[in-house]
Each structure stands twice: as C-alpha cells, then as structure tokens.
C-alpha cells in the first residue's frame, strides 16, 4: 500500500513551512510547540526546513536568535522559554554539547541554498566559537563529553548519537572555516579521532550509565552522519533493521515500545539514502504523510498496539525531519545530499582550498536549485 502512496503530496512542502512559521515567535525563536521551550538544536532543525521552503528570512531571524543568545563561552543552555533560560525543565540547568555544535551545521546547510558568503561571515564567530566551546569538551581517546553542568563542570560520559551528530557539525564547519579561508586543521583532526572513537571504541560511550542501545538513533546515526559508511552502512542498517522499524508504520524511537515516531523515520530515511538503500528510503517516507494534520503539522508519534496518537504533539522539528528527507530524496535544494554524503573541503593546502572551494560551488549549480 505504501508504495502507490506519492512520495511528496500536493501542497505538503507549503503546509509543512506555514506550521513551522505559525510556531516561531517574533524574536526568531522556534518552539517545540507554542507554549513550549525551545532548545538549540530542534531549533536549528525547524530553521532548515524554513531553509528548505524557501523562508529565508524567517530561518535568518531564526539564526539570529541563536546569536543573540550565546553565551561568552560559545554554548547555549539546553532549554528557553520566552526568550529566557527554562528554569522550570531539567533541560535548562545544563549545555549539551551536540545541541551547541548544531548551530555550524544549520549554518553550512542555509548558506548550501542560498550562496549569500556574507551569512556565513556573519555567523562565523558564533559558528567558530560554539565548535571551540565543543571540543574542549573532547577527551584523549576522541569521544566527546555530552554536557556541561550549570557551574561549566563537564557531565562526563558520552553519548552516541550526541558524538554522531557532532560529528557531522564537524564537517560542516570545516567546510564553513574552508570557504571563508580560515582553514581549521585542528577540527579536522578532532574531527578524525571523533569518527574513530564511533566505530572502534564502543567502551567509551555509555560509561557510567544504561546503555542507550534500546534507543533507534544509536543505531543509524552513526550512518547518519557519515561517521559509518558504505558495506559497514549497510551492514549496521541491516542488523537492527527487524529490531526497529515496523512494516507499514515506521521507526520505533525505542526497541522496547510499541511506538513509531515521524522523526526518527525521517532520520532514518536519509541514512538509508546515505548507505545506497534508496528502495527502502522511499517506502519507509511514503507512509509517514498520513501523520500531517489539516494545519500542516506532523504528530510526533503513534502507539500502534493503542492505534492511539502520542504525545498529542506537533512538534516543529518534527516538521523540519519531514522537510529534510523530502529534499534528500527528491533533490529539492543544493544542500539535499547534507545528510546522506560527506564532502569535506578544509583538508587540502590553502591554494588548493580555494580551487576546491570553486569546484564545490560549480557543482553545486548542477545539483538543481531550489526554485
């Protein structure tokens, strides 16, 4: 049945950004929900999918609530409600390393579509000094402590998905560092031992707590993220494939639960992209259309052994998943291989740096604009 489904319904990308538009507040700020806190890095998610539709300025003033909210120290708190720390959530008394480190991947993937060098210099210094914030926090052995606590003392122990994801900021602000000429080798080598500790040294995550293994993203965000990549890809995708995903419905959140969630479906669906199971990608995203509601938004997840919606929730970032996996299928913009290739420019000399850097935006003609 999934498959005589249209891959991108009528109307779904205008609907999609209108949601996400009805939700950001007029400073910039993108909320979860409206009456809910908003955090960097769902943030960053919903602001690539107004990148994606076209909304350019309401992804820069999302940008630019993100500026103004840094910290001296390049972090941001984990959580914000109405323009001040959350107090109230957990979420606010902490900065997690890869909500910080997110900001140079949406960052990268604005300026992939728009072209404009002047956003990437104007958010260079809040790019250059979140990545500093998050690599102080990276130990000898590569992996990356997940948070801060209030007092600045590193929460220490790591996590998957966190470093994963880190790991593709990596990339992205080497690339961000590469084509305003200000090469980072030493990114590029923090970069490495990140990707290194991901795939060889399992020992160094989940330390001093349960093993987030029961958690879908632990699984492909690795693969995600180009941390993993080609047979090891598809090896790793195929050995918990049975164990997350649910025919027909889509990927659980965790192994444990009757519950498939949009998000993690989407994620999932460019990682499939990114280790050549084009196939599966498109079957598994055909189906999650039916969790649209009239207002253009998406329902975070669905109980099947309930055949109940839950949370009654449509969350922005959500919305932002369902974007980002529309254009890495179908091509809809120049970033819409971010998250199922890697392309790193910031690893040759400076003159060839800015041969390659020319290269890249050429290419970058050919993969087809957004209009």
């Not at 995708?237 to 009757?258: I, M, Q, S, T």
Request: aromatic share 12%; proline share 4%.
């Amino acid at each position: 049945m999934s498959a005589e489904l249209p891959l991108l319904p009528e109307g779904f990308i205008r609907s999609s950004a209108d949601y996400i538009l009805s939700q950001q507040q007029p400073d910039g700020c993108i909320p979860w929900f409206e009456g809910h806190y908003a955090d960097p890095w769902d943030h960053v998610e919903a602001a690539m999918g107004l990148s994606i539709a076209g909304e350019f300025a309401a992804a820069e003033r999302a940008y630019g609530w993100l500026a103004g909210k840094q910290l001296q120290d390049g972090s941001w708190w984990a959580a914000y409600r109405d323009g001040e720390i959350d107090t109230s959530s957990q979420a606010g008394e902490r900065r997690e390393s890869n909500f910080v480190a997110y900001v140079a991947t949406g960052v990268w993937h604005h300026f992939l579509i728009r072209r404009e060098q002047a956003f990437l210099e104007r958010h260079w210094p809040m790019v250059e000094a979140a990545l500093e914030f998050v690599l102080k926090l990276q130990s000898p052995d590569g992996e990356i402590q997940w948070a801060v606590d209030k007092s600045g003392v590193p929460m220490e122990d790591a996590l998957i998905t966190g470093c994963a994801s880190i790991f593709k900021s990596l990339e992205c602000g080497i690339n961000i560092a590469a084509v305003l000429g200000r090469p980072k080798p030493r990114w590029m080598d923090a970069r490495e031992r990140l990707g290194s500790a991901l795939r060889d040294k399992p020992h160094r995550f989940d330390r001093t707590w349960e093993s987030k293994d029961r958690f879908s993203m632990d699984w492909f965000y690795p693969v995600l993220t180009g941390a993993v990549a080609g047979d090891a890809a598809k090896f790793r995708l195929h050995k918990k494939w049975g164990e997350f995903v649910v025919a027909g419905l889509g990927c659980r959140c965790v192994n444990d639960e009757p519950w498939v969630t949009v998000a993690e479906s989407c994620e999932l669906t460019m990682a499939l992209l990114a280790a050549g199971e084009t196939g599966k990608a498109r079957t598994l995203y055909r189906g999650l259309h039916r969790w649209q509601d009239k207002d253009g938004g998406y329902w975070t997840g669905y109980v099947y052994r309930d055949r109940a919606i839950w949370p009654e929730e449509k969350t922005t970032w959500t919305v932002g998943a369902m974007l980002l996996a529309a254009d890495a299928l179908a091509g809809l913009t120049p970033a819409s291989r971010l998250f199922t290739s890697v392309s790193l420019t910031g690893s040759t000399s400076e003159t060839a740096q800015d041969t390659e850097r020319l290269d890249q935006l050429d290419q970058l003609e050919l993969t087809g604009s957004q209009r």
